[in-house]
Structures are given as structure tokens and as C-alpha cells.
DNA sequence: TACGGAATAA
DNA sequence: TTATTCCGTA
């Protein structure tokens, strides 16, 4: 780090969630060395002493106002050493976040964003239990839980789940849940959270906590698909459910103890996967020994999961691999809308700053030096968002420290994207046995999805935009766009997208 | 106020 | 890679 500006203090206990002790060391930050903007902005939001400055937003998970954006940009600008920093700057790093699904824009609330924990906490860290420590965190409503209609078929053999006593979940989570599944309210339009995202987004985030967990995990994390393992990789005593927390509470308690250790790299993101039947693991409330949930409940997350890996395309990977699952059709929040065909506009590349330079600077303008292409853009792309961590505090002069270790379970996710609806009218699931992704592919949070395009696997997984611009770049006849599922999921970009969702 | 492209820094 | 910095556009 640089001198001078190291950081790093840990928030302490009283502010917000915490998060576990690797989510407040620069390192954590994939990719960089030091800490991420969103990493601070959480550490923001859990101080409480910042409250006036930014805060949660009461009433929406993981919606936050920044109060005073000169003064979030001077505090991000410190604890970066750029005095020259401002909101436009932030604000700037704060977009490409959307991208990352990291974050969204609420639309309409000036200097409101949301945090798409889905992506980040949850897929990543399941078993974090970000928590708030005497103070509450100002908003987060609790996750959306869904509904108990689904059907969930014996756990198969394999899974620890025969091995083990059913136990019970700590119900306490539910009570919490409930609060967003209904809220289709304004979020419709809202992308989900949870979409798919690329892989390499769920990877990145991952990024964050795979070295760490590996360690902590003592390395069991590759092993895909063991059943026995479970790992309180971030078992704390004390943790238990907090219902404001967008971490902690989720609608299927045992999703600590369920999921455990998914988290590793190989798996890719799949912590939303129940890769394993529910193994003992962590229970909140269990302190991390012993693990009991309820099947009710694990079918509440089931059906999550089903729900938001349908609803939101989420990657075929992040669909809980039950052997013996059966996976209900899902209607979860159907988009009627969405068997319209993928639509597309083409539009002509913005003059970059590098074209215009280059058309200004050459003379011959209509010959510019690229033919001039389309630049497709597929119709509907919507908002992107996924996760937060936590950081730390501000101020160029901290110190790492350790945290103590405020980590442990965690939640669910999935939900905190409202995904939810429980209810699944006909539409089969994926295949238990195979692949359930298939299943993922389908909703999305794009509308407009072809359900029998023939993408192509790896497609599925890229991000729309990647893709088109793959086929794009692969030749004409990639550039169907049309047809061909080329990009079947989404109409207007995540601008147009926007705008419509304005409107 | 917000978005996102482009170039660039670290 | 993740910002930072600029900037045009809406």
C-alpha cells in the first residue's frame, strides 16, 4: 500500500454489519490490492458516525442514500489519497458497478443505490453473517422469502442430507423473511439482482473470498461435490439473525449451514448451489457446530433458487444441483412479456473520444478508418447489480487490524433479489438430473427471452453484451441478431432499459 | 443528475 | 482490474 495511505481500520463493532475479518483487508479486493469503492461504501454504512452522509435506505434491501456526496467523495478520496476526487469521480466508479451488478441505480431517488448482495454476498459469502452490532443498520428489509409451494423431492442418497437427522432450522430467519416476497411492487421493472451474470462476474466475486476461504476451508473447497464437508468456515459465536441486515437474515436459515462450503473457486459460484444436500453446518444459532434445518425451509430456498436462477437466467451453475430434485416448473415471477422476441437495435458506435480524436485529426472523415460498425445493442439489458462487502472505515490512515472476527453465517441470497415468487405454474425445470441450468437460463431479468434459442453454452453464460459483441466480432453471420439467439434475452440496452423502466 | 465511452494510472 | 479523469449526451 502506499505509504500514507494504508488503512485499514476496522470498523468496530458499532456501526453496521460487519463483515468477516478478510472483507476489511485491502487484499480482499480481487484485483486490486486496495480496497474497492463498494467495500467502503459499506464500511460507510455501517458507521454509524457516517450516517448523515450516507446511510441505508429504511425500507429497501440494500438501498442506500448518500446524503452528502461531496463529502462520501472527499471520505473515498482520502482513504484513496486523491485529494482530487469528487461524486462525478465516484460516481463514475460507482456506474461501472452496474456492469458488475455489484450495484444499481435507484431510479428516481437522487444519490440512491442498491446494493445486489445476491451477487455479492450471498453467491460468495454464504457464510457471512454480516450483522449489525447494536446499531441497526438503517434499512435492509429482510430477504424475500418464497413461498412453500415447491416441491422438493427427497434429497437423494448421496447427500449427507440421508446421513443426517433432519433436523430443524432455527426458524428464526423466517419470521424475517417474508417482507420482500411480496414486493413486486415497484421492483418489477427492476432487474433482478440475481441474473446471471456473467460468470466471470461470479467469479470475480468470488475472487474475494476464495483464497481466504480455501484457507479457512483448509482447502476442502474443490471438493465439488462432498457431501460431508462442512465448513464453518465463518462460524462465530454470537451470530445470529438479524433482521435488518441484508445478510443476515435470510428465508432459508440453513443456507450457512446448508451450503456450505461451495464457496470454492471451482466451483465457480455456486455457493447458491446446494451442491450437497444440507450437511450439518453452521446454524446461527448453533454457534457453528451443529447443523439442523428444516426441510420446510430448505425448500423455501429451494424454491429461491429456482425461482431467481429462472426468473433471472442466473448461470446454470448457480442452480442448486440436487440429484433427486425435482425442480418445479417455475412461473416465479412470470414475465409475459419475456417470450417476446429478443429484439435488438443497432446503432451506430458513439464517436469515442479516440474517434473523434482520429476523425478530427485525419482529414478524410467518411472514410473512417474502421468501417464504420454497428454497434448492436440488444434491447433490453437491464440493470445489472449484484453485491456488497464491507470495508472499512475511512480516512487515509488506517490500520488493519484484525478484525475479530465478525463473520459467520450468512444468508441467503438469492432472495434478497425478490425473486421470488413461489409459484410455479408449468413450466418444468430444468431436468433434475442434468442440467438444471437450463432451467437458470430462463428468466433472467431480461424480458424477451427465447426460451429455445439455441445459444450456445458458453453464451448462456457470457453477458449479453459480451456475447454480442462476440458475435459480432465472429462474423456476419454471427450478427444475426434476431434471430438465432443471438441475444435473446434482451431488448433494449441497459439504458434503454432504464429508460423504460422510468417511464 | 445520471450515464457511459475512452484513455490512463496503479 | 479497478478505479480515476474527462467529457459528451440525455
Given at each position: 500500500?502506499?505509504?500514507?495511505?494504508?488503512?485499514?481500520?476496522?470498523?468496530?463493532?458499532?456501526?453496521?454489519?460487519?463483515?468477516?475479518?478478510?472483507?476489511?483487508?485491502?487484499e480482499?479486493?480481487?484485483?486490486?490490492?486496495?480496497?474497492q469503492?463498494?467495500?467502503?461504501?459499506?464500511?460507510?454504512?455501517?458507521?454509524?458516525?457516517?450516517?448523515?452522509?450516507?446511510?441505508?435506505?429504511?425500507g429497501?434491501?440494500?438501498?442506500?442514500?448518500?446524503?452528502?456526496?461531496?463529502?462520501?467523495?472527499?471520505?473515498?478520496?482520502?482513504?484513496?489519497?486523491?485529494?482530487?476526487?469528487?461524486?462525478?469521480?465516484?460516481?463514475?466508479?460507482?456506474?461501472?458497478?452496474?456492469?458488475?451488478?455489484?450495484?444499481?441505480?435507484?431510479?428516481?431517488?437522487?444519490?440512491?443505490?442498491?446494493?445486489?448482495?445476491?451477487?455479492?454476498?450471498?453467491?460468495?459469502?454464504?457464510?457471512i453473517?454480516?450483522?449489525?452490532?447494536?446499531?441497526?443498520?438503517?434499512?435492509?428489509?429482510?430477504?424475500?422469502?418464497?413461498?412453500?409451494r415447491?416441491?422438493?423431492?427427497?434429497?437423494?442418497?448421496?447427500?449427507?442430507?440421508?446421513?443426517?437427522?433432519?433436523?430443524?432450522?432455527?426458524?428464526?430467519?423466517?419470521?424475517?423473511?417474508?417482507?420482500?416476497?411480496?414486493?413486486g411492487?415497484?421492483?418489477?421493472?427492476?432487474?433482478?439482482?440475481?441474473?446471471?451474470?456473467?460468470?466471470a462476474?461470479?467469479?470475480?466475486?468470488?475472487?474475494?473470498l476464495?483464497?481466504?476461504?480455501?484457507?479457512?476451508?483448509?482447502?476442502?473447497?474443490?471438493?465439488?461435490?462432498?457431501?460431508?464437508?462442512?465448513?464453518?468456515?465463518?462460524?462465530?459465536?454470537?451470530?445470529?439473525?438479524?433482521?435488518?441486515?441484508?445478510?443476515?437474515?435470510?428465508?432459508?436459515?440453513?443456507?450457512?449451514?446448508?451450503?456450505?462450503?461451495?464457496?470454492?473457486?471451482?466451483?465457480?459460484?455456486?455457493?447458491?448451489?446446494?451442491?450437497?444436500?444440507p450437511?450439518?453446518?453452521?446454524?446461527?444459532?448453533?454457534?457453528?457446530?451443529?447443523?439442523?434445518?428444516?426441510?420446510?425451509?430448505?425448500?423455501?430456498?429451494?424454491?429461491?433458487?429456482?425461482?431467481?436462477?429462472?426468473?433471472?437466467?442466473?448461470?446454470?451453475?448457480?442452480?442448486?444441483?440436487?440429484?433427486?430434485?425435482?425442480?418445479?416448473?417455475?412461473?416465479?415471477?412470470?414475465?409475459?412479456?419475456?417470450?417476446?422476441?429478443?429484439?435488438?437495435?443497432?446503432?451506430?458506435?458513439?464517436?469515442?473520444?479516440?474517434?473523434?480524436?482520429?476523425?478530427?485529426?485525419?482529414?478524410?472523415?467518411?472514410?473512417?478508418?474502421?468501417?464504420?460498425?454497428?454497434?448492436?445493442?440488444?434491447?433490453?439489458?437491464?440493470?445489472?447489480?449484484?453485491?456488497?462487502?464491507?470495508?472499512?472505515?475511512?480516512?487515509?490512515?488506517?490500520?488493519?487490524?484484525?478484525?475479530?472476527?465478525?463473520?459467520?453465517?450468512?444468508?441467503?441470497?438469492?432472495?434478497?433479489?425478490?425473486?421470488?415468487?413461489?409459484?410455479?405454474?408449468?413450466?418444468?425445470?430444468?431436468?433434475?438430473?442434468?442440467?438444471?441450468?437450463?432451467?437458470?437460463?430462463?428468466?433472467?431479468?431480461?424480458?424477451?427471452?427465447?426460451?429455445?434459442?439455441?445459444?450456445?453454452?458458453?453464451?448462456?453464460?457470457?453477458?449479453?453484451?459480451?456475447?454480442?459483441?462476440?458475435?459480432?466480432?465472429?462474423?456476419?453471420?454471427?450478427?444475426?441478431?434476431?434471430?438465432?439467439g443471438?441475444?435473446?434475452?434482451?431488448?433494449?440496452?441497459?439504458?434503454?432499459?432504464?429508460?423504460?423502466?422510468?417511464?
Amino acid at each position: 500500500m502506499k505509504a500514507g495511505c494504508s488503512i485499514v481500520e476496522k470498523p468496530e463493532g458499532g456501526g453496521g454489519y460487519q463483515f468477516p475479518d478478510w472483507a476489511y483487508k485491502t487484499e480482499s479486493s480481487p484485483g486490486s490490492r486496495q480496497i474497492q469503492l463498494w467495500h467502503f461504501i459499506l464500511e460507510l454504512l455501517q458507521k454509524e458516525e457516517f450516517r448523515h452522509v450516507i446511510a441505508w435506505q429504511q425500507g429497501e434491501y440494500g438501498e442506500f442514500v448518500i446524503k452528502d456526496p461531496d463529502e462520501v467523495a472527499r471520505l473515498w478520496g482520502r482513504r484513496k489519497c486523491k485529494p482530487q476526487m469528487n461524486y462525478d469521480k465516484l460516481s463514475r466508479a460507482l456506474r461501472y458497478y452496474y456492469n458488475k451488478r455489484i450495484l444499481h441505480k435507484t431510479k428516481g431517488k437522487r444519490f440512491t443505490y442498491k446494493f445486489n448482495f445476491n451477487k455479492l454476498v450471498m453467491p460468495n459469502y454464504p457464510f457471512i453473517n454480516i450483522r449489525s452490532s447494536g446499531v441497526v443498520p438503517q434499512s435492509a428489509p429482510p430477504v424475500p422469502t418464497a413461498s412453500s409451494r415447491f416441491h422438493f423431492p427427497p434429497l437423494d442418497t448421496h447427500s449427507p442430507t440421508s446421513d443426517m437427522q433432519p433436523g430443524h432450522f432455527s426458524a428464526g430467519p423466517l419470521a424475517a423473511s417474508g417482507q420482500e416476497s411480496g414486493n413486486g411492487t415497484d421492483r418489477k421493472a427492476e432487474l433482478p439482482e440475481l441474473d446471471d451474470g456473467p460468470a466471470a462476474d461470479w467469479r470475480r466475486g468470488v475472487d474475494l473470498l476464495s483464497p481466504r476461504n480455501a484457507v479457512a476451508a483448509g482447502g476442502i473447497g474443490h471438493q465439488k461435490r462432498k457431501p460431508d464437508i462442512m465448513l464453518p468456515l465463518f462460524t462465530r459465536p454470537g451470530m445470529y439473525p438479524d433482521p435488518h441486515s441484508p445478510f443476515a437474515v435470510s428465508p432459508l436459515p440453513g443456507r450457512g449451514g446448508v451450503l456450505n462450503v461451495p464457496i470454492s473457486p471451482a466451483l465457480s459460484l455456486t455457493p447458491t448451489i446446494f451442491s450437497y444436500s444440507p450437511s450439518p453446518g453452521l446454524s446461527p444459532f448453533a454457534g457453528g457446530g451443529c447443523f439442523s434445518f428444516n426441510p420446510e425451509e430448505m425448500k423455501h430456498y429451494l424454491h429461491s433458487q429456482a425461482c431467481s436462477v429462472f426468473n433471472y437466467h442466473l448461470s446454470p451453475r448457480t442452480f442448486p444441483r440436487y440429484p433427486g430434485l425435482a425442480v418445479p416448473p417455475l412461473q416465479c415471477q412470470g414475465h409475459p412479456e419475456e417470450s417476446a422476441p429478443f429484439s435488438i437495435k443497432l446503432q451506430p458506435p458513439p464517436a469515442g473520444r479516440k474517434n473523434r480524436e482520429r476523425v478530427e485529426s485525419s482529414e478524410e472523415p467518411a472514410a473512417a478508418p474502421v468501417p464504420p460498425r454497428i454497434k448492436v445493442e440488444p434491447a433490453s439489458d437491464k440493470d445489472p447489480e449484484s453485491l456488497g462487502q464491507a470495508a472499512r472505515e475511512e480516512g487515509c490512515s488506517r490500520e488493519e487490524g484484525a478484525v475479530p472476527g465478525r463473520t459467520a453465517e450468512e444468508e441467503k441470497g438469492a432472495v434478497f433479489a425478490r425473486p421470488a415468487a413461489p409459484v410455479w405454474p408449468s413450466a418444468p425445470i430444468g431436468a433434475p438430473s442434468e442440467e438444471p441450468l437450463e432451467v437458470a437460463e430462463h428468466g433472467e431479468d431480461r424480458p424477451g427471452r427465447e426460451p429455445s434459442a439455441p445459444e450456445r453454452k458458453e453464451d448462456a453464460l457470457m453477458p449479453p453484451k459480451l456475447r454480442l459483441k462476440r458475435r459480432w466480432n465472429d462474423g456476419p453471420e454471427a450478427r444475426e441478431p434476431s434471430k438465432s439467439g443471438a441475444a435473446p434475452w434482451r431488448g433494449p440496452g441497459p439504458r434503454g432499459l432504464a429508460a423504460a423502466a422510468d417511464a
